[in-house]
């Protein structure tokens, strides 16, 4: 059974960085394409970006394109999202989501596709 954990969550100013990374485990990590979305109070969660099972593709929602980026490291199944420039509508729970199996779709955007999730990591962008 896939199972993720996310780490690296905080408080970091308006204009800062900050690294979250997404650990996997229970399942073949090169069978999955990983994507991060984020989910602030009374908000649905949102699709933030993608990786593809080999690294090859990534995709990103508009708004963090150009600051934000995501990456894997399969020797470590690790999947991480380097965010910078962060604005403070962007506090809010980050989690990762793999997507099913040796699928064919990528960027898989809506949540309801994805097999297995992470408990989150706050995020909270604030002076």
Not at 15 to 43: D, E, Y
Not at 91 to 106: E, H, I
Not at 115 to 123: D, F, M, N, P
Request: aromatic fraction near 12%; include cysteine.
């Amino acid at each position: 059974q896939v199972q993720l954990v996310e780490s690296g969550g905080g408080l970091v100013q308006p204009g800062g960085s900050l690294r979250v990374s997404c650990l996997f485990s229970g399942g073949t990590f090169s069978n999955h394409g990983i994507g991060w979305f984020r989910q602030a109070p009374g908000k649905e969660r949102e699709f933030v970006a993608a990786v593809s099972w080999s690294g090859g593709n990534t995709y990103y929602a508009d708004d963090v394109l150009g600051r934000f980026t995501i990456s894997r490291d399969n020797a470590k199944r690790t999947v991480y999202l380097q965010m910078n420039s962060l604005k403070p509508e962007e506090t809010a729970v980050y989690y990762c989501g793999a997507d099913p199996p040796n699928g064919r779709v990528f960027p898989v955007r809506q949540p309801r596709e994805y097999v297995a999730w992470g408990q989150g990591t706050q995020v909270t962008v604030s002076s």
